[in-house]
């Protein structure tokens, strides 16, 4: 049985194929048309799919999208009515919407392919339930507590659930205007980041904050008998977009949230790319402390109504990877399940696994152990890219390409890694990831000088062997996905501190043999020649979606100063590099099988 999960019209448009109730394949929109957040029709990603499995659009028994534009609505009415200069924009919107839920009709003009030839029946699930079942039915657990909270999706913001077996039982919903997301992308925007998809940036800065308006902050949002409320005096009215549009070309724009009251309050508001004052960090802090404070409450209320040691969690919010790691101090809950496409593009999988799971009443079978869900490229492919590029290299055996690669980090190089399949989600987790050494004190300006362009405050994250996690951080709860932040232990934070942040955190990714065999002995390889089993982790990309073809992982190594290229079996040291003819001697005599290309 095939099934196709949908993101569409939505911010990080996606598509996923499952077949028998698993996730074979799944890729969001951005990666393939190279248009960050991507809200569009995921066009692209639906070729991948069906090219992925070997099948055509005709295959296909179900289609499912995470979006109903049918539910809620009498919560939506309500608002209208209560709001009745937005009545009009609410019924364009609807209007625009029921154009865009024609599934079949915009598949056979994406696939060029006659709409009568297509079979499948159609699902719309509601979009916080497909959070939820993306999490749940990925999960290693027949039983669970079900958590999703994001800005806003089919007017909901919040939904807490009873997860067990093939069900997922929904036991209370917070609907629009009141929402934790809105809340982070209101002060967001306030000091001055403005774009969709900020708010991990805004996480980053708030360890430099000061507690100076915490109090205020706290007034903006309240908690009450294990829900929230905001105080709707600090926001701009709730349009008919739920405060995010897409445009016609696919781009997502946030319509501004904050108003007159937060400039009254605190001044003016910091336009982007100006000076950071340290009223916009104090802000920051004050944001996330509150934001942590509203979700453990939200956990603690669900735990009291399903009280288990397991939650299964999504939404773009289940990103805040601080509060993530805090949870397990904070809350009864001891265990945590986050697919690592948490946020939005996660829909495609939950409305699919959703539909086979809990609509046709098939069994479960199947864990997601890894998020290496996306394409991945022949060597015949990698070659020809690099010699169209006119790159000289190395062709190198594994345990070769691992020790030249190894050394390259512990020289203080920086490395392009390029390795299997693309990985599904935001983070880059070993196989389109930029590696460097995580203990040189320069190494964090090196990369945003030479390659990252972000900003100063930005952490780095480290990727450790899981064997050795509890040795350095705080904590021995996993984050096979780079969903949590832990302390680092007082001892390793000069060892790791590349990537040990201002507060002495990480967001780390723990590292087995078994979920990326490669990645692992490359950390291994590190590990024997420096002592430190944790490497240096961040995206392959410079202000762009993260590289998914060989073709943009070299268009990207040149057009930045990366010092060594590994991609596949190839290696490709540029000149200059510092041990350049060393290394690259070394490498070959320890193996007859490097080969000149």
């Known amino acids: 049985m095939l ?9 990080d448009a996606s598509a996923a194929i499952v077949l028998d109730g698993e996730v074979k ?40 999208v995470g979006q109903d534009s049918d539910a ?68 290693p657990w027949d039983k669970a507590a079900g958590f999703s909270y994001d800005g806003s999706g089919d007017f909901v913001s919040t939904m807490m659930a009873r997860c067990e077996g093939n069900e997922i ?15 982070y992308t209101m002060i967001c925007e306030f000091i001055g980041y403005t774009q969709y998809g900020d708010e991990g940036k805004v996480m980053g800065l708030a360890p430099y904050g000061r507690d100076t308006y915490c109090n205020e902050i706290s007034k903006i949002v309240a908690t009450k008998n294990g829900s929230f409320q905001l105080d709707l005096s600090y926001f701009k009215p709730l349009g008919s977009n739920q405060g995010m549009q897409v445009l016609p070309d696919g781009t997502v724009r946030l319509a501004r949230h904050f108003s007159n009251r937060m400039e009254k309050l605190f001044g003016e508001p910091r336009r982007p790319h100006a000076e950071i004052s340290q009223r916009d960090n104090d802000l920051a802090f004050a944001l996330q402390h509150r934001f942590e404070e509203v979700f453990f409450h939200l956990l603690n209320h669900l735990h009291q109504r399903v009280p288990l040691e397991d939650i299964a969690m999504a939404g773009g919010c289940a990103l805040n990877s601080v509060a993530n790691g805090k949870l397990f101090d904070r809350t009864p809950f001891r265990r945590t399940y986050i697919q690592p496409a948490a946020g939005d593009e996660g829909l495609a999988i939950g409305a699919a696994l959703h539909t086979y799971h809990s609509v046709l009443k098939q069994p ?70 930029i590696v460097a ?55 390793k934070r000069k060892e790791l501190c590349a990537v040990n942040h201002v507060d002495d955190t990480g967001r780390l990714q723990t590292v087995t043999r078994e979920e990326n065999p490669m990645y ?71 193996s007859e099988g490097a080969e000149p290309i």
């Open 3 to 11: 099934i196709l999960g949908l993101n569409m019209f939505h911010a």
């Open 25 to 64: 394949f799944a890729i969001a929109e951005e990666r393939l048309n190279r248009r960050k957040h991507f809200g569009g029709f995921p066009a692209l990603a639906v070729k991948a799919c069906l090219d992925a499995v070997g099948a055509k659009m005709s295959d296909i028994d179900h289609v499912a």
């Open 72 to 139: 809620n609505l009498t919560k939506k009415v309500q608002y209208a009515l209560a709001n009745p200069a937005k009545i009009l924009n609410f019924i364009r919107l609807r209007q625009r919407k029921e154009s865009m839920r024609d599934v079949r009709s915009l598949l056979s003009k994406a696939l060029d392919i006659d709409s009568v030839q297509l079979r499948f029946q159609e699902h719309h699930l509601e979009h916080h339930i497909a959070h939820i079942a993306s999490a749940y039915y990925c999960s």
């Open 169 to 183: 039982e929904v036991l209370e919903r917070v609907f629009l205007p009141h929402s934790l997301g809105s809340v």
């Open 364 to 433: 479960r079978r199947h864990e997601l152990k890894h998020s290496y869900l996306g394409p991945e490229f022949s060597e015949s492919r990698i070659q020809s890219a690099l010699q169209r590029a006119g790159l000289q290299c190395r062709k190198l055996e594994r345990e070769m390409l691992l020790d030249a690669v190894a050394e390259q980090v512990a020289a203080g190089n920086v490395i392009g890694w390029f390795q299997g399949r693309m990985e599904w989600g935001p983070r880059a987790l070993g196989n389109r990831s």
């Open 437 to 491: 050494h995580p203990g040189l004190p320069n190494m964090k300006d090196v990369l945003n000088a030479r390659i990252k362009h972000r900003e100063w405050f930005r952490p780095f994250a480290p990727s450790i062997l899981a064997d050795y996690q509890h040795e350095y951080f705080e904590h021995d709860h996993p984050s096979p996905f780079m969903l949590h932040v832990y302390k680092v232990r007082p001892e």
């Open 520 to 590: 692992y002995d490359l950390i291994s390889a590190f590990h024997r020649k420096t002592g430190i089993p944790v490497i240096l982790n961040t995206s392959f990309n410079e202000n762009e979606p993260i590289v998914c073809t060989p073709e943009e992982a070299i268009d990207c190594f040149q057009r930045t100063r990366m010092d060594v290229l590994a991609i596949g079996r190839f290696m490709v040291v540029k000149a200059g590099t510092p041990d350049e003819q060393a290394l690259t001697a070394s490498s070959v005599r320890k």
